[in-house]
């Protein structure tokens, strides 16, 4: 996993751009994929990010680094969100440990490249071992895949908010926007989750293709609204240009309107 502070970052911008997905092609090969690009758009308390060969990186806001093939592990107090180049969003709450087993993504040109949907095709896989999870996933293309890994099951997501907990009580799922599937651990039975519906599952009750509690947004604490929120703002805060010559996307930090409003050292002035 490779840590990659970068200059672009820097620059504020206030972006806006209005089109549609034109299209993709299905990915046949494995090769044509690279490895995907995250921003630390929030970054609170002690995370620990490692790779497969036990590396270590100290993580700084508004770094751009690559997630594939990495733990993240967030202390007491701590968390983290991040801005994905495939236009999802991930957030992650204090005492979680998740696992990025795969985020690759085809490279995009520069005519491909907007606000409103993803501009390639991208694979995420991420297991929760524990702790608590938020995916904003409502710019993914149709044929991408954004999957999260339970002990007990998994979930796929496509145009969808979702709040994924796992903890000595089971899964805990939360659809806050849009609608996911929840697979069984032996790939035969599912449940279609639907906004505002939240379900809790147990390791026991999934072995059996049942739910151990069907419960309501409204139900749960405000916090897990918060948290679906600020996760959906992070999707908002960076545009991933398209890279030259097939080089991974560069990220830009967007502004809100109101930064532009905000007093300077040296205004400028205009003589009549």
């Known amino acids: 996993m490779r840590v990659k502070s970068q200059s672009c970052l820097k620059a504020l911008c206030c972006v806006i751009a209005a089109g549609s997905f034109c299209g993709g092609t299905v990915v046949s090969h494995a090769e044509e994929m690279a490895e995907g690009i995250a921003v630390a758009t929030s970054i609170q308390g002690r995370i620990e990010i490692e790779n497969t060969t036990g590396h270590n990186a100290h993580l700084k806001l508004h770094d751009a680094l690559t997630l594939n093939a990495s733990t993240v592990k967030t202390g007491k107090g701590a968390h983290v969100f991040f801005a994905l ?79 994924v907990q796992n903890n000595q ?47 309501t947004l409204s139900s749960l604490p405000e916090a897990i609204d918060r948290f679906a929120k600020a996760t959906q703002h992070a999707s908002k805060r960076v545009f991933f240009k398209a890279g030259y010559d097939g080089h991974p996307p560069r990220p830009v930090l967007i502004a809100p309107p109101a930064y532009f409003d905000l007093p300077v050292d040296r205004p400028y002035e205009f003589n009549d």
């Not at 790939?187 to 390791?203: A, L, M, T």
């Open 169 to 215: 009580m089971g899964a805990h799922i939360t659809a806050c926007e849009g609608n996911i599937t929840y697979y069984y651990p032996n790939g035969e039975g599912r449940e279609f989750i639907v906004k505002p519906q939240s379900i809790r599952i147990k390791p026991q009750s999934a072995k059996f293709g049942k739910i151990t509690e069907n419960t």
């Open 85 to 163: 180049s495939n236009g999802m969003s991930i957030g992650i709450e204090q005492n979680s440990e998740v696992v990025f087993e795969t985020f690759t993504q085809k490279p995009f040109s520069k005519d491909r490249e907007r606000l409103s949907y993803e501009a390639s095709v991208s694979i995420l896989s991420i297991r929760l071992i524990t702790g608590n999870l938020a995916v904003v996933s409502n710019k993914l293309s149709p044929l991408s895949q954004a999957r999260v890994y339970l002990p007990s099951g998994e979930l796929r997501i496509h145009s969808a908010t979702c709040i």
